[in-house]
């Protein structure tokens, strides 16, 4: 089956820059029936909140992968929205603009919630670009962690703004009530990265967002490429299924031919 990861992380707090690394990356994809990765950056390298001059470095590695390798990178543009609405419009062109990014990622610099997304929906907006938001459940961590978003906080942002597009990170983090928070939401898409495969986790997503909302992701170099594929391949889904999850759902969002 044809696969796009649409949550990777080809540099990883600092390791996987030299293009023999990056070389190597590519064959590891290639080997597994990865046509293409999304790079969405080595986001917490600074820390949880970024300034301006370390966002431009780290989106600058970003789109040198897609210049060393056109034909299988994309990349979204890392953005800290707590920056302010002309920072984070200034990156986001810069971006798309010089590298041709076809999305804007999020970690954890404040919660989805917050008052200062609205910076990255005018960016998304003006740009017509998706957002792809780190969410994990909240009950499986303390207030220390407050400004991750818990994937009620999420779904309330695709909820607030339904012609903006946002994935849902990690379906294992967010679980069976990060998907109940996500139904009947139709800009609002979950991938499956994160943790280990929990059995029915997939199925249930499909049941209740239907196969078209559910992306495939690995969180690589973090997790193991063919131990998530396995997870989609393993399930009971129809072979139309697995093909939208793997390829096809990626494929559409991001306009790629």
């Known amino acids: 089956m044809r696969i796009i990861d649409v949550h990777t992380h080809p540099i990883f707090f600092g390791q996987g820059r030299k293009e023999s690394e990056i070389n190597q990356l590519v064959a590891h994809g290639r080997s597994h029936g990865v046509e293409r990765m999304i790079a969405l950056g080595d986001v917490l390298r600074y820390g949880a909140r970024p300034d301006a001059a370390q966002l431009i470095k780290l989106n600058n590695e970003t789109g040198r992968l897609q210049k060393l390798h056109p034909g299988y990178f994309i990349s979204f543009c890392y953005l800290n929205p707590l920056l302010g609405e002309k920072a984070v419009m200034m990156e986001a062109e810069r971006c798309v603009t010089k590298f041709g990014f076809k999305g804007i990622k999020l970690e954890i610099a404040n919660n989805a919630s917050d008052p200062c997304m609205k910076h990255i929906i005018k960016a998304a907006r003006t740009f017509q670009i998706p957002v792809l938001q780190h969410s994990w459940s909240s009950t499986n961590f303390g207030p220390e962690l407050k400004d991750h978003s818990d994937p009620d906080d999420t779904a309330a942002l695709a909820r ?3 012609d903006v597009n946002i994935i849902m990170a ?3 983090g967010i679980g069976f009530r990060g998907v109940i928070a996500a139904k009947g939401l139709n800009n609002l898409y979950v991938d499956i990265s994160g943790a280990f495969p929990e059995a029915g986790l997939i199925e249930y997503a499909v049941e209740h967002l239907g196969a078209e909302r559910v992306l495939f992701g ?9 131990v998530k594929i396995g997870s989609v391949l393993g399930t009971n889904l129809s072979a139309a299924a697995k093909h939208n999850i793997l390829f096809a759902n990626t494929a559409r969002l ?4």
Request: aromatic share 6%.
């Open 218 to 226: 690995t969180d690589l170099p973090i997790r193991d490429t063919s």
């Open 254 to 257: 991001l306009n790629l031919n």
């Open 170 to 172: 990690h379906l294992v």
């Open 160 to 162: 607030k703004y339904p």
